[in-house]
């Protein structure tokens, strides 16, 4: 019986299976869609340096909520682009920035004293 049962399973999907697999075999509307891609996003924030390190062109702030990008406040490190952003900046000081987000990566795009 137990046989038969599986026959029965396996000749149900190789009749069904063309059926169900015919309205994705035309993929080619997906072509303009963002596939696991993140779209770039801006924001501005205003924190409290925790840490530069100007060989790697990365600062590290603690700062509130960025809700142009969907951030609560957090401390994080961003790249900073151009690097020569940190030049002057201490440990301690509050900036205001801007940040430019793209899925996992960020990088500060402007850095003022506040």
């Known amino acids: 019986m137990k046989v038969l049962h599986t026959v029965l399973i396996v000749a149900s999907i190789v009749a069904v299976g ?26 501005k924030g205003v924190g409290v340096i925790t840490a530069i390190d100007p060989k790697a062109a990365k600062v590290t702030i603690k700062h509130g909520p960025i809700p142009a990008v969907g951030w609560p406040a957090m401390t994080m490190t961003f790249r900073a682009t151009p690097p020569t952003l940190l ?11 801007d940040v430019r987000t793209q899925g996992m990566d960020a990088e500060v795009t402007a850095l003022r004293p506040h």
């Open 18 to 43: 063309p059926a169900l697999a015919g309205p994705m075999a035309d993929m080619s509307g997906m072509a303009g869609m963002d596939h696991g891609k993140q779209t770039a996003k801006t924001g």
């Open 87 to 97: 030049n002057g900046l201490r440990l301690g000081q509050t900036v205001a920035f």
